[in-house]
């Protein structure tokens, strides 16, 4: 069981990078591959970004490779998302999310059991 809490949510001026953080809880996840989702009104949950449990491997969502980072630190159960350079169409809903499994296994919601109550960015211009 893990809980999660992002935190970082708010306004970020076109052309700044976002800077998101997740605090987890719970004694094993370091063994959860953890995620990024985000969700603009109307739409679908999209994927951004996900991590390996060791930090080793790194997916990101078509939207943001090339200018978007994830990160973990399992010392303070932490993990982290940057996305470089953000654009009105970034603005959502960014929720933090868990898969209790130590393997990637795809970029679909219902993938990942544990959730964050999301965090709400806005862009301004």
């Known amino acids: 069981q893990v809980e999660l809490v992002e935190s970082g949510g708010g306004l970020v001026q076109a052309g700044d990078p976002l800077r998101l953080s997740c605090a987890a809880s719970g004694r094993t996840f370091s063994n959860y591959v953890m995620a990024w989702f985000r969700q603009r009104p109307g739409n679908e949950r999209e994927f951004v970004a996900a991590i390996t449990p060791g930090g080793s491997t790194r997916w990101y969502g078509d939207s943001v490779k090339g200018r978007s980072t994830i990160s973990r630190d399992s010392t303070r159960n932490m993990v982290h998302l940057q996305v470089d350079n953000f654009k009105p169409e970034d603005a959502a809903v960014y929720y933090c999310?868990?898969?209790?499994?130590?393997?990637?296994?795809?970029?679909?919601?219902?993938?990942?059991?544990?959730w964050g109550q999301g965090t709400q960015v806005t862009v301004s211009s």
């Open positions: 999310a868990a898969d209790q499994n130590g393997y990637f296994r795809g970029t679909y919601v219902r993938y990942y059991i544990y």
